[in-house]
């Protein structure tokens, strides 16, 4: 059987980059890379489609399927309700694809409880005033909102210490080449290669045995 998969989950300030961020890394290493889709109550924001960025859901559609067990885990966001559905995620990491998750801080903790191999990653912009001005930029969001996830934002960096990776987002390009390294440079851990090294040592004896 192949190696599983990595279990990547990818936080950060909303407007730090990170839906950007995923987008590249996807079309720069096709087939590599698995990127969930979340469910949300949200609504869709201009140009985003069911099915591709989110599920978009209803409320009562939304605590169904938390009835049913179908999410990894969930969270409320600024008023609205997001969450991981289960199926994807296993099955991709089964086969062996590395699959992330682009999700907030309390999810991202569940994540690491349930799946303790998971790698956290913490995108930031370089500064604060960089922050609210790709939030004003992308245009997506009234000022009541923005000033909502500015505010989520403080309380945010203040659990920055439980993830494994700090990554400043400036130049988008070197960022989408530091994921990329980590993520793949987390295949060499000992602890990921445990089948492996056991064949090897196996394979050893089959030598010493022979003499
Ligand atoms: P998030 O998914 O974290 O909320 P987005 O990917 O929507 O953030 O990015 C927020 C805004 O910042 C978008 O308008 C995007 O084009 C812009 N942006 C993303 N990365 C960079 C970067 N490295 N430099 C400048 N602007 C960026
Ligand atoms: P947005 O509305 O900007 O798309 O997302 C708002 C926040 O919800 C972001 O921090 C995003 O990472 C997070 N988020 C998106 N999907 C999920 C999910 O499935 N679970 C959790 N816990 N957070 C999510």
Request: proline share 3%.
């Amino acid at each position: 059987m192949g190696e599983r998969g990595i279990l990547t989950v990818v936080s950060g300030f909303s407007g730090s980059g990170k839906g950007t961020i995923m987008k590249e890394l996807l079309k720069k290493y096709p087939g590599q890379y698995a990127l969930s889709i979340s469910a949300t109550t949200r609504d869709p924001r201009p140009g985003e489609e069911n099915g591709r960025e989110y599920f978009f859901k209803t409320t009562e559609e939304f605590e169904q399927m938390i009835a049913e067990d179908a999410l990894i885990e969930y969270a409320q966001y600024v008023n609205h309700y997001y969450g991981t559905p289960r199926e994807y995620v296993e099955s991709q990491l089964s086969a062996g694809k590395d699959v992330i998750l682009e999700i907030e801080i309390q999810g991202a903790l569940k994540v690491k409880e349930r799946y303790p191999d998971t790698v956290l990653m913490f995108i930031s912009p370089p500064g604060a005033e960089e922050l609210k001005k790709r939030l004003v930029g992308r245009g997506t969001e009234t000022m009541d909102v923005i000033d909502a996830r500015l505010s989520r934002a403080v309380e945010e960096s203040l659990g920055i210490e439980n993830y494994d990776y700090f990554v400043i987002n400036d130049v988008l390009e070197n960022c989408v080449e530091e994921v990329h390294s980590i993520i793949q440079n987390e295949h060499s851990r000992v602890s990921r290669n445990i089948n492996l090294i056991n064949q090897i040592r196996e394979e050893l004896k089959g030598f010493s045995e022979g003499e």
